[in-house]
Every structure is written in structure tokens, then in C-alpha cells.
């Protein structure tokens, strides 16, 4: 397993999708128009990923998941689609990002 890079806490704006679709599955693979089919493919187990765009339209994935790096897919089920801030642990192993988040504690915005 690779080693893990720690970036600590962070707060960050974005856009929770799912990881198929938004990977090149459907086009666009995000935003409200796609809202129904993400929530299919989360409840289906399809991992979530966290989206934040730069402002010159670069973006940045984050693979969620819980506290203890469990899945996470009901519990975002009301978030799909819709902007929010999400504050978390950030650790990069290699090329995937990962952010441990707690579902609770994400706000809408």
C-alpha cells in the first residue's frame, strides 16, 4: 500500500458526486441536471467523490469516506448536487485524495 501524505484539516467547497459518472460514464456527470442518477449510483455503492473547482475551471477530486476510512453512500444521499462545505482529514496516497469526513458536520451553502 502506498504511503500517505497528510495535508491535516481542511474546509472545502464543492460538489459531492459519484465517482462513475462523474469519471466519464455521462457527460455532465454532475451538477442538478444529474442529481437523480448520482443518487442512484450511491445507493447503489458507487463511492463518492467530493469535486472543487479552481477558479480558471481545474478541479480536484476527493474520494470520501467516514472517520475510520468506512464507506460512506446513504449518508450523503441529501447532499448530491447542491454546494457545500465539507471539513475534513486530507491524505493523498500517490494520485487518489482522500478526505475522512464526518457527514454531519457538512453544511450547505
Known amino acids: 500500500m502506498p504511503v500517505a ?6 474546509s472545502l467547497v464543492g460538489e459531492i458526486v ?3 459518472c462523474f469519471t466519464g ?4 456527470g454532475r451538477y442538478k441536471q444529474h ?4 443518487a442512484i449510483c450511491l445507493a447503489g ?11 480558471r475551471g ?4 476527493f474520494l470520501l469516506v467516514g ?15 447542491r454546494t457545500v462545505r465539507i471539513d475534513g ?12 469526513i464526518d457527514p454531519d458536520t457538512i453544511k450547505p451553502l
Not at 501524505?5 to 481542511?10: S, Y
Not at 442529481?35 to 448520482?38: D, I, Q
Not at 486530507?90 to 485524495?97: A, D, E, Q
Open 35 to 38: 442529481r437523480a442518477c448520482a
Open 58 to 61: 481545474s478541479t480536484t477530486t
Open 18 to 20: 459519484d465517482s462513475k
Open 89 to 100: 482529514q486530507v491524505r493523498r496516497y500517490r494520485n487518489p485524495w482522500v478526505m475522512r
Open 25 to 28: 460514464a455521462m457527460n455532465p
Open 45 to 55: 455503492g458507487i463511492p463518492p467523490i467530493f469535486v472543487v473547482s479552481a477558479p
Open 67 to 81: 472517520p475510520g476510512g468506512e464507506m460512506l453512500n446513504e449518508e450523503l444521499l441529501p447532499h448530491i448536487a
Open 5 to 10: 501524505i497528510e495535508f491535516g484539516q481542511l
